[in-house]
């Protein structure tokens, strides 16, 4: 096997040396051997926040900060609404959660704050 490490940009194990430098046929991201490092995954680079600026992580517990109108239906989640055991999700809504008396419901998370 080449001991040439995979991409730190994109992850890909298909690069090749060429010149002194590594090359990605992948991304074309080019560097040189000494300076590979590990990639960033998708989990560790997601940080997501709550209106107050406080680290949201999955299973914790939040309170609406702001009406909310439910699309597609007459109901509104009320300010000081809690919601229990969220789970963080990449996309246009940042959590996934259950409210009680609606159901499940994307939230983002600038209109929460941590319980």
Same mark, same amino acid.
């Given at each position: 096997?080449?001991?040439?490490?995979?991409?730190?940009?994109?992850?890909?194990?298909?690069?090749?040396?060429?010149?002194?430098?590594?090359?990605?046929?992948?991304?074309?991201?080019?560097?040189?051997?000494?300076?590979?490092?590990?990639?960033?995954?998708?989990?560790?680079?997601? +940080?997501?926040? #709550?209106?107050?600026?406080?680290?949201?992580? $999955? !299973?914790?517990?939040?309170?609406?900060? =702001?009406?909310?109108? *439910?699309?597609?239906?007459?109901?509104?989640?009320?300010?000081?609404?809690?919601?229990?055991?969220?789970?963080? +999700?990449?996309? #246009?809504?940042?959590?996934?959660?259950?409210? $009680? !008396?609606?159901?499940?419901?994307?939230? =983002?998370?600038?209109? *929460?704050?941590?319980?």
């Amino acid at each position: 096997m080449s001991d040439i490490p995979p991409c730190p940009q994109c992850g890909s194990t298909y690069a090749y040396a060429d010149r002194g430098l590594v090359v990605c046929p992948e991304c074309a991201h080019e560097w040189t051997p000494a300076d590979a490092v590990e990639p960033v995954s998708a989990e560790a680079a997601r +940080v997501v926040k #709550d209106a107050v600026g406080n680290v949201l992580a $999955d !299973g914790d517990s939040v309170v609406v900060v =702001k009406d909310l109108k *439910v699309k597609g239906s007459s109901s509104v989640v009320k300010v000081g609404t809690k919601v229990r055991n969220i789970r963080l +999700v990449d996309g #246009d809504h940042d959590i996934d959660c259950r409210v $009680d !008396g609606i159901g499940a419901m994307g939230l =983002k998370s600038e209109f *929460v704050r941590k319980a």
